[in-house]
């Protein structure tokens, strides 16, 4: 079963705009939660990562937002260039097992 | 470059066939992963090692897969007697335990696997 699941699969968004990619999961046990960017034929690149001891962090135009009553987190992409047009895939761990859990990935297309 | 390296970066071979992958982690990483993934699908957890000890395998690991590493460097990736559902990306991460924490998990590039 899924044990992160994204929404939405698929985003469009103009230059300049903010993309929002939310996450959810089930695990409580979970407490380490990445972002990872994909372009074409590459493989995941880590982009931004939260733990659940803080609601926010924010790096450069990525920000994730965590809510852990929700068990949700999000990822936001400020001022989107065309260059960010990628897969985005939230993922999460639990302390002591590092197996990462993906969820299935939002394709996002930044138009100029 | 001082990242993950994966080798080849594509593979096709024909059913029934064995093919083997190989990961060159960073260089003091500790913990090597092995993951799969198929199209529009995030990547699926294989297995993974902490120096040359192989600590956990997913049930997604038949017994057709084997994985290797062997002086707690780099890592192979063997899968016999191929099916044409073995056809993915092969993905190999690595990450420096520090004891207690979660690591962060650097991924290669990839081995595509095609299965005719």
């Known amino acids: 079963q899924q044990q992160v699941k994204q929404s939405p699969q698929s985003l469009i968004v103009q230059k300049g705009g903010i993309s929002i990619i939310n996450c959810a999961y089930e695990n409580t046990a979970f407490d380490y939660f990445p972002w990872y960017q994909q372009f074409p034929g590459k493989g995941p690149a880590l982009l931004i990562a939260?733990?659940?001891?803080?609601s926010e962090k924010k790096e450069g135009r990525f920000t994730i937002s965590f809510n852990k009553s929700a068990k949700q987190f999000s990822l936001h992409i400020m001022d989107s260039q065309p260059g960010d047009s990628a897969t985005y895939f939230c993922?999460?761990?639990?302390?002591?097992?590092?197996?990462?859990?993906f969820g299935k990935g939002n394709q996002v297309v930044v138009i100029p | 470059d001082t990242g993950v390296s994966q080798n080849p970066r594509h593979k096709i071979t024909k059913r029934g066939q064995n093919v083997t992958f190989r990961c060159d982690p960073i260089s003091e990483h500790n913990r090597l992963y092995w993951y799969r993934q198929t199209l529009g699908q995030g990547p699926e957890f294989l297995t993974y090692f902490q120096n040359e000890a192989q600590l956990e395998k997913s049930r997604l690991l038949s017994d057709r897969f084997s994985a290797e590493r062997p002086k707690g460097s780099f890592s192979t990736l063997e899968i016999q007697r191929t099916e044409q559902g073995d056809s993915a990306m092969y993905l190999c991460?690595?990450?420096?335990?520090?004891?207690?924490?979660?690591?962060?998990?650097?991924f290669g590039p990839g081995t595509r696997l095609t299965v005719l």
């Open positions: 991460a690595s990450s420096l335990e520090r004891g207690g924490s979660t690591d962060t998990q650097y």
């Open positions: 993922a999460a761990s639990a302390r002591g097992n590092n197996r990462l859990a």
């Open positions: 939260i733990r659940p001891d803080v």
